[in-house]
Nanobody, 123 residues
């Protein structure tokens, strides 16, 4: 099981950038895949990106492709989401999630979740 804490959210103008962090505290050893999701008020939780344990495989949602970049540092148990060219429609609570086996866009397949960090993009 993995305990996750997101940080780095805030208020930014359209066109700006933010870098989100996801800190993982492992209660059990072992590799795990990481995904980022977001949820705007009144909307379903939306998949953004997933990255494998080695970082060699990444999958992005079309809505963020070319603007967002995921990375991870396993030595520090950290994952990052660099968000550039932010748009008002990117406003949402952003969550990281992990699973030791699954790597994909289905939120129900991820077993550990953080509490989320709010990103607000003003126009």
């Amino acid at each position: 099981q993995v305990h996750l804490v997101e940080s780095g959210g805030g208020l930014v103008q359209a066109g700006g950038s933010l870098r989100l962090s996801c800190a993982a505290s492992l209660r059990t050893a072992g590799p795990y895949n990481i995904a980022w999701f977001r949820q705007a008020p009144g909307q379903e939780r939306e998949f953004i990106v997933a990255i494998s344990w080695t970082g060699g495989t990444t999958t992005y949602a079309d809505s963020v492709k070319g603007r967002f970049t995921v990375s991870r540092d396993n030595a520090k148990n950290m994952a990052y989401l660099q968000m550039n060219s932010l748009r008002p429609e990117d406003t949402a609570a952003y969550y990281c999630a992990t699973d030791p086996f699954y790597l994909g866009s289905d939120q129900h397949r991820y077993h550990s979740w953080g509490q989320g960090t709010q990103v607000t993009v003003s126009s």
